[in-house]
Nanobody
Framework: QVQLVESGGGLVQPGGSLRLSCAASGRIFNISDIRWDRQAPGKERELVARITSSSRTYYGEAVNGRFTISRDSTKNIVYLQMNTLKPEDTAIYYC?????????WGQGTQVTVSS
C-alpha cells in the first residue's frame, strides 16, 4: 500500500506565495506520472500541474507562469511552488501519484487566498 501525505497549505494574502509538498511512502517500485489538482467550492476538480517521469511539465491555463511543479525522485516528493496567488486560487489541492500503474490521491490541503 502507498500513502500520500500533503503539507504546506494555509492562508495567504493576494500576491503572496506558498509551497505545497506531497510525500509518497510505502511499497514503491516506480513512480511515473504525478499531478496536482484542485477543487474550489461549487466547481469541478481541475488540473493544476503535472510532471512526468522524465520531468516534463504541464500546467493548467489558470496557473501557467505563476506555479511551478517539481519532483525529488530520490525522496518520492513532489512540490508545487505557487507565486502571485489570487483569490481565485482558493481551493483544496490534491496530489496524485501513479505508482506501479496504480493511482493514489492525497487527502487534500486547503489553500485560501484572502486579504
Amino acid at each position: 500500500q502507498v500513502q500520500l501525505v500533503e503539507s504546506g497549505g494555509g492562508l495567504v494574502q493576494p500576491g503572496g506565495s506558498l509551497r505545497l509538498s506531497c510525500a509518497a511512502s510505502g511499497r514503491i517500485f516506480n513512480i511515473s506520472d504525478i499531478r496536482w489538482d484542485r477543487q474550489a467550492p461549487g466547481k469541478e476538480r481541475e488540473l493544476v500541474a503535472r510532471i512526468t517521469s522524465s520531468s516534463r511539465t504541464y500546467y493548467g491555463e489558470a496557473v501557467n507562469g505563476r506555479f511551478t511543479i517539481s519532483r525529488d525522485s530520490t525522496k518520492n516528493i513532489v512540490y508545487l511552488q505557487m507565486n502571485t496567488l489570487k483569490p481565485e486560487d482558493t481551493a483544496i489541492y490534491y496530489c496524485r501519484f501513479v505508482v506501479d500503474h496504480r493511482i493514489y490521491w492525497g487527502q487534500g490541503t486547503q489553500v485560501t487566498v484572502s486579504s
